[in-house]
DNA sequence: GACTAAAAAGCACGATCGTTCTATTGTTCG
DNA sequence: CGAACAATAGAACGATCGTGCTTTTTAGTC
């Protein structure tokens, strides 16, 4: 990995915990050359814009996400062990991940589900994937017998979405320590009530 | 009403519509001084500084919302008429309101749950009256044998919250067209597991 | 080790930020 | 109508914003 490849995943990484923190558009290009220690125009220089910044932040952490939540759970076995670990793995990026302002992607998408432009669009092709992911999950869940066939698979993964949300929204705000719990036996009664 | 106080609710009104597309942080007092058309410290001078602003913003969203959503339900009979009719005005709130970005306490909260200060902890006050205004709702059509006996009231509210709050993801952002069916229809299905 | 290309720094730009001050206008009331 | 005061405007402040240059430093290659 060549020197600049290097420095720009530093600033990637110092730039997602402070965008989880406070957000993608209140990244400033000053204060994150601080952070890093060098230079604004230094730092400018490996994007062409703050937008494209923002972006790039974006799909780092998309990365992350793919390494840590999506690829692992793919390699368990296919049905309910694969969904529960979606589920888990998502759990815990929300909450304990490397990102000390909770899920970026949570965050960004209030944020920008009003403001127009390539960082929305990525926005939801992002979530439109995860989404197709849970329902896919989900629906070989069905086929494997462990879920019923009955199963609206696509609202599955809307309810599954709905924990997270309500865990987020519920633990980072207003900290109630028993969020997790909730959450946790909400996502329990979900699986049982879609079983075969 | 005075000529200070008019303006200052015309200000005011500007503001809320802003922050709810754009984000609290992100209003400006140079902008808001140009869309009510008035001067930067003509404005700048109805509140000692921008904090104030975005914390009288909040206050007035909350009277509003007291106004639209809690009062006319608590002229509702005891119950689950009332508890229904929470539902039904919050999410009017949260969808068609005066507010063109959704729902600001929602937005704000993603915003603000990794900043310390007086925002924060309004929003977390607030907040939390709201849940246990549902919750008391709840308590109550237990009481008039509406709900059943065994009805975990918090975990009730807590689940009419996550209802709103992935109604609010999805509409906004990824602007499914079927979220509003699907929350209603599992509003319904709480409402029917909650039955006695 | 010299040459080349990449990476970083330095500096400056116009714009906007929140805020403070003083001056001017407008409203309110005796 | 005029006095007292509230409301607004105007101008300026230091700071920071994103971005464009030009120059210097550093890394990679023969």
């Not at 290009?29 to 604004?40: N, P």
């Not at 076995?77 to 815990?92: H, I, K, Q, T, Y």
């Amino acid at each position: 990995m060549s020197k600049g490849e290097q420095t720009r995943e530093a600033i990637l990484e110092t730039a997602l915990a402070s965008a989880s923190t406070v957000g993608l558009s209140a990244l400033s290009i000053g204060d994150l050359a601080r952070s890093v220690g060098m230079s604004k125009s230094g730092l400018f220089a490996h994007f062409e814009s703050k937008e494209n910044l923002q972006l790039e932040v974006l799909r780092s952490a998309v990365a992350h996400y793919i390494d840590v939540v999506v690829a692992p759970a793919l390699r368990k076995p296919r049905g309910e062990a694969r969904v529960r670990s979606l589920f888990e793995n998502w759990f815990d990026w929300s909450s304990k991940s490397t990102l000390p302002g909770g899920c970026l992607f949570i965050a960004a998408a209030s944020e920008f589900d009003d403001q127009p432009g390539p960082i929305r669009e990525y926005l939801v092709s992002t979530q439109r994937d995860w989404l197709a992911t849970l329902s896919q999950a989900a629906r070989i869940a069905v086929e494997e017998g462990h879920f019923r066939r009955s199963l609206d698979t696509d609202q599955f993964a809307h309810d599954l979405y709905s924990i997270i949300l309500a865990f987020h929204h519920f633990s980072r705000l207003l900290r109630i320590p028993s969020s997790r719990k909730r959450a946790l036996r909400t996502f329990e009664q979900l699986i049982e009530s879609s079983r075969a």
